[in-house]
């Protein structure tokens, strides 16, 4: 597979690069350079394209032996450069824990004295996505005929964040753990029954405490979304 630049990539496997680009001005004569991007690949399909973000993470260049040349963290968009390399043959890896890998962990790159050889790494995170609607009928099951309701609050631990004036919510581009939505209802409002009915259109918040959970996972290497989230919301 062909991603950005060029690069070969292949998923889950090592893969090997002999191409090289303009130099970044490396510091010093007689070296060369290694960069990249780190990404979330959002539509898993181990190649960039400019809507995709960039992922944060350590980037490591190792000799061929396994031995240690530098570390570097990325650029709040994904980039990363690796300056004053030695010419030779070396590997490029990342190591990110908790998301599922579209591209190959570690990439063979050649650096050539006054050039820049060029690494990049994809991953795919979950999505945690629902709505908030207005259950009419307090039955916990979200009909056709029953609107959604917008800029309701919810937290996770101390960071804040609520729905859209349309209902809808998105916490894209998680890593694996449990995520722990607490959804704050408004005076006169209570959450519906919880997981009452078919799961793509029930409330999952539990009613006492409004507490809906999401929990990702990785699973033989890949990362499940959790889409329809939601809450309903019931007129006292």
């Known amino acids: 597979m062909v991603g950005r630049n060029g690069v070969l990539l292949l998923a889950g496997v090592l893969a090997c690069s002999v191409a090289v680009f303009p130099a970044q001005a490396p510091s010093s004569a007689g070296t060369g350079a290694v960069a990249g991007l780190h990404y979330f690949d959002r539509n898993a399909d181990g190649a960039w394209q400019p809507v995709e973000p960039g992922g944060g993470s350590?980037?490591?260049?190792?000799?061929?032996?396994?031995?240690?040349?530098?570390?570097?963290?990325?650029?709040?968009?994904?980039?990363?450069?690796?300056?004053?390399?030695?010419?030779?043959?070396?590997?490029?890896?990342?190591?990110?824990?908790?998301?599922?890998?579209?591209?190959?962990?570690e990439v063979v790159v050649d650096v050539v004295a006054g050039a820049t050889s060029r690494a990049d790494f994809g991953k795919l995170g979950a999505d945690i996505t629902g709505v908030t609607w207005h259950d009419r009928n307090a039955d916990g099951q979200r009909q056709a005929d029953e609107p959604l309701l917008g800029d309701i609050r919810f937290w996770i631990g101390r960071w804040g964040g609520g729905t859209d004036a349309t209902g809808h919510y998105a916490l894209a581009n998680q890593g694996t753990g449990t995520y722990p939505l607490r959804f704050v209802a408004p005076e006169g409002i209570r959450f519906s029954p919880k997981n009452a009915g078919a799961p793509a259109t029930d409330s999952d918040a539990d009613p006492s405490t409004g507490i809906a959970t999401?929990?990702?996972?990785?699973?033989?290497?890949?990362?499940?979304?959790?889409?329809?989230?939601?809450?309903?919301l019931v007129a006292e």
């Open 58 to 105: 350590a980037v490591g260049l190792y000799r061929m032996d396994g031995g240690r040349v530098a570390t570097v963290g990325t650029e709040p968009g994904g980039e990363y450069l690796i300056e004053d390399v030695a010419p030779g043959r070396y590997r490029v890896g990342i190591n990110p824990v908790g998301y599922q890998l579209t591209t190959a962990s």
């Open 214 to 232: 999401a929990v990702v996972a990785l699973t033989d290497g890949r990362i499940n979304q959790v889409p329809n989230l939601d809450i309903g």
